[in-house]
């Protein structure tokens, strides 16, 4: 399985683009990238997902360099309430396991 | 669309007592249902893979005697700590997958279990 790597910590400040990139060096041909968001006491929540080139959706974008092994998670004019832990995801193509890192508690500031 | 309930949201229990923990999708039909136990400032761990109609499969270290799953339908699996301990108290987070071949999961709003 695709083992996940991003940074344990963001600061940001409120109204800033914040970018965090998770690297993903054996990622397999048919793996999917999938980004999560999770609130305390709440389970995680669905951001965005991308197999290769750019991804956009309402809320975010996502950056898959030509060789997979790296993404970025762009979140535009972050608030207050996009303080969360968010955790970058290889979806195993064959049965579908998500394995969670330790992903990446960003902490917006006022 | 694509929404996931747990049930109850906390629980408090006895030593030595039975949980069960409900799973639904509300709105698709879940072929494979999966289970998660977060503790307190860590990440998710995976505990067992749960398809309809069929026996779920647990990951090392997970001791499926003490937790029973059941996916009688396409949208509801159940966990049950059996002789819960107070070790057993933390977050289980359930997700379901709509269809084979659709990867992306969509997790309920997780249990918080309390063993005293």
């Known amino acids: 399985l695709a083992k996940t790597t991003q940074p344990i910590s963001m600061d940001s400040y409120e109204g800033q683009e914040v970018n965090i990139t998770c690297s993903h060096n054996n990622i397999a041909t048919n793996d999917y990238i999938t980004w999560y968001q999770q609130f305390p006491s709440q389970g995680p929540r669905f951001i965005i997902q991308?197999?290769?080139t750019k991804v956009t959706n309402e809320v975010a974008s996502l950056f898959i360099p030509a060789d997979r092994k790296s993404s970025t998670l762009s979140l535009p004019r972050v608030s207050l309430s996009d303080t969360a832990v968010y955790y970058c995801l290889v979806i195993y193509n064959q049965g579908g396991k998500l394995i969670f890192g330790q992903g990446t508690e960003l902490s917006v500031k006022p | 669309g694509a929404v996931v309930s747990q049930h109850p949201s906390r629980v408090i229990c006895k030593s030595g007592t039975s949980v069960k923990i409900e799973c639904r999708s509300l709105?698709?039909?879940?072929?494979?249902m999966f289970w998660y136990r977060q503790f307190p400032k860590q990440s998710l761990m995976l505990m067992a893979t749960?398809?309809?109609?069929?026996?779920?499969?647990?990951e090392q270290g997970v001791e499926k005697d003490k937790f029973l799953i059941n996916h009688a339908s396409l949208t509801l699996s159940t966990l049950t700590v059996t002789s819960a301990h107070p070790e057993d108290s933390s977050f289980y987070i359930c997700?379901?997958?709509?269809?084979?071949?659709?990867?992306?999961?969509?997790f309920g709003p997780g249990t918080r279990l309390l063993v005293l």
């Open positions: 749960s398809n309809e109609g069929s026996k779920a499969t647990y």
């Open positions: 709105d698709f039909q879940a072929t494979t």
């Open positions: 997700s379901a997958r709509m269809a084979i071949g659709q990867e992306t999961q969509y």
């Open positions: 991308g197999y290769k």
